[in-house]
Every structure is written in C-alpha cells, then in structure tokens.
C-alpha cells in the first residue's frame, strides 16, 4: 500500500444536492438583507432614503467580480475556487452582522457580493461539467429551486 486514500467519485445526485445547498446560503445571503432594512436604519443610524445603497452594493459587486474574474477562474480547480468564494462570502456576511454604521455594512456587502457573484457561477459550472447534457436541464432546475426555497423559507429565518 502506498499509505493514499482513493477517494471514492462523488455522486452525480450529491453534486446537485451540494451545488443547490450553496445556491441557497448565496441566495439567502442575497435576499435577507432588504426586508431587513428598516431594523438596520434604525440600530445603525442609518437614513431610509440609504438603504437602497445596501442592495445595490451587493449586486454591482457581484456584477463587477463576476466579469472580472470570468477570464481567471477557468485557471483554477472548480473546488478550490468555489471554496474560496464560499469563504469570503461568509466573512463578508459576518461583517455585515459586525456593522456599525452605513460604511462598514457597505463595505460588508460589497465584500459579499465580490465573493457571492463569482460563487454562483463556480457552483452552476460545476454541475455544467458534472451533470450529462441528457440530465443537465433537470439538474440545474434542481439546483435553481433553491432561489424559490430561500425566497420562501430563508428570508423568513434570516
């Protein structure tokens, strides 16, 4: 024996079940903070006439990382990259929970969304590449039932 584990492939079903878990801590990420802006004006000090900067910032981020870094991350492995991105995201969220005035939950939001951008598209790439082209539509519905789960469930519980 060589003293290596082989790992044994992962599930195509695994995948999808993985990939739609993460689309949902993104996508809560996402969505908890609007519906929650009126409690985050009034504990940070915050003007109403602001709390669109909070949304926007998230998604111009996302938007921002997601171009800038579509020609970088076919460089890396898929795990890792999406790891990474998971990462920052959940340092971006916990600053955001850390805020202690409109600039620090700016810039947290900003952090998440440079991170949660680029997430959603390592995740959807990897069922891409894991998922047969016979099984894939199924795949990504399963995958993209997860926005509909953290619309429903996830705004709620944030």
């Known amino acids: 024996m060589s003293g290596s584990f082989s790992q044994k492939?992962?599930?195509e079903?695994?995948?999808v079940f993985l990939?739609?878990?993460i689309h949902l801590v993104n996508i809560v990420d996402f969505m908890m903070v609007m519906p929650m802006g009126p409690d985050f004006a009034t504990a940070l000090h915050i003007p109403v006439s602001r709390l669109g900067l909070i949304g926007g910032s998230y998604?111009?981020?996302a938007c921002v990382t997601g171009l800038a870094s579509s020609a970088l991350l076919d460089r890396f492995d898929r795990?890792?990259?999406l790891a990474v991105a998971m990462a920052g995201l959940v340092?971006?969220?916990l600053l955001?929970?850390?805020a202690t005035g409109l600039?620090?939950?700016l810039a947290a939001r900003v952090m998440a969304g440079a991170f949660g951008g680029p997430a959603t598209s390592i995740a959807l790439s990897i069922v891409t590449d894991a998922v047969p082209a016979e099984r894939r539509g199924k795949a990504m519905g399963a995958v993209m039932g997860a926005f509909s789960i953290a619309s429903v469930l996830g705004v709620p519980a944030g």
Request: a positive charge; charged letters at 10%; aromatic letters at 0%.
């Open 91 to 93: 340092v971006g969220t």
């Open 96 to 98: 955001g929970g850390a």
């Open 79 to 81: 795990r890792s990259a």
């Open 59 to 61: 998604t111009a981020a």
């Open 103 to 105: 600039a620090s939950l």
């Open 13 to 15: 079903g695994r995948i």
């Open 19 to 21: 990939i739609g878990a």
């Open 9 to 11: 492939p992962i599930s």
